[in-house]
C-alpha cells in the first residue's frame, strides 16, 4: 500500500485569557491508502482539532503534513480550499445537508462547484445514490428522511469525485443503536472496495469497526 497521509509532530494552540492552552502535543500519525483508521477520544481530548488539521481547515503551529505526498503546511487559502475539495470527503454527525435542495441535488453539489457540467453530475449522483440505496428518494428533501437515510446521502455526497480520503466526524453519534451499526457496515462496506477512512468518535464500540484504533487522550495520539 502507498501512504496516504503524514503527521509529523503536529501541536496545536489557543489562546485562552492571557494564556495559550495546548490541543494537540507532537502528534504524529501515518494512515496507508486502504486503511479504516478509528480514533477515539473524550470531550477535550482534541480530537475535533485534529480532524480540522487533516481535513484543511485549520494550521498547526509546528510539525507537517503532507497528503499523498503534497505538503499541506505549504499551501495557501486558496490551494486549501481546491484540496480539501479535490481530495477530501467529509462525513458529519449532523449531517450537514442544505435543507432548500433535494437528495439528488445535495449529492451533486460538490461536483458542481467543482465546474463538472449538470448533466454529468446528475448521472454520477444518481449512480451514487442507487448504491446507497437511496434511488426512491431522490426528490425527497433532508427532513422527510430518517437519519440514516440522511446520512447515507451525506456519504454519498462525500463520495462524489472520489475523493483520496473520507474522513468521518463522529458518524453515527445522532444515530440510533440500530442504525449505527447500519452505517458503520456501510463504511466496512467501503473500505473493503478501497476507500481510505478516518473516523473520530468518543465512543469505543463504534471506533471497533475500523482495521486499526489509534488514541488521543489530552492531546496525545498512541497506539494504546
Known sequence: MSEMLRLDGVCKSYPMDEERVQVLRKVSLAVEAGEFVSIPGASGSGKS?????IGC???????????????????D?????????RKIGFIFQ?????????????????????????????????????????????????????????????TGRALMGRPALLLADEPTGALDAATGREILGLFRQLNRQGHTILQITHDLTVASAAGRILHLRDGVLTSQ
Open 57 to 75: 481547515m485549520d494550521s498547526a503551529d509546528e510539525g507537517s503534513y503532507r497528503l499523498e505526498g503534497e505538503d499541506v503546511f505549504a499551501l
Open 49 to 53: 482539532t485534529l480532524m480540522n488539521i
Open 94 to 154: 449532523r449531517y450537514h445537508l442544505l435543507p432548500q435542495y433535494d437528495v439528488l441535488q445535495n449529492v451533486m453539489m460538490p461536483l458542481l462547484v467543482r465546474g463538472v457540467p449538470h448533466g454529468e453530475a446528475e448521472r454520477l449522483a444518481r449512480e451514487e445514490l442507487a448504491a446507497m440505496g437511496l434511488q426512491e428518494r431522490l426528490k425527497h428533501r433532508p427532513n422527510q428522511l430518517s437519519g440514516g437515510q440522511q446520512q447515507r446521502v451525506a
Open 77 to 85: 487559502p486558496r490551494q486549501l480550499a481546491a484540496l480539501r475539495n
